[in-house]
């Protein structure tokens, strides 16, 4: 019995270390609540939301530095600031027999001293992002961030 658990775990660890998505550390200071509300639109088909964090280097190119699952109401994330982030929001339905995704990307370049909110929500086979700032408070006024793509990076 104990070998098949070992062979198990095992087995799961690898499948893991295989998938390519590693989690993203988490560590700085929190400056980003992601709001998440997601329902799939009948019983089978199973919604998984998450966010892919990535560096943005050189000439616009991206540096993968992790992913958090968006399975609770709200997840704080600490980004750093002052250098451009490339955020991915992706939703993917898993329902009998297939696989759908569906991506929403911007470009974040977050201030010191500012903090920043998502609205995710996936309701009814419709979807929507919504990223505000504030100033030095978070109680300060939000202003909604345009959605910037990786070809206007900086």
Do not use: W
């Amino acid at each position: 019995m104990m070998a098949r658990l070992t062979i198990a775990a095992f087995a799961l660890a690898l499948l893991a270390g295989c998938s390519g998505m590693k989690t993203y550390p988490n560590t700085l200071e929190k400056n980003l609540t992601v709001h998440t509300k997601a329902r799939s639109e009948s019983l089978f088909p199973r919604l998984r939301v998450d966010i892919d964090i990535f560096d943005v280097v050189g000439d616009c190119r991206v540096e993968y530095r992790g992913s958090l699952k968006l399975d609770q109401p709200s997840i704080e994330i600490g980004l750093p600031v002052n250098k451009p982030i490339y955020l991915s929001i992706v939703f993917t339905r898993n329902s009998i027999g297939s696989r759908s995704t569906l991506t929403h990307e911007t470009v974040l370049t977050p201030r010191p001293q500012h903090y920043y909110s998502a609205e995710v929500s996936h309701l009814d086979g419709m979807y929507q992002v919504i990223f505000r700032e504030r100033g030095a408070t978070r109680n300060s006024p939000a202003r909604v961030l345009p959605r910037k793509p990786l070809t206007n990076c900086e």
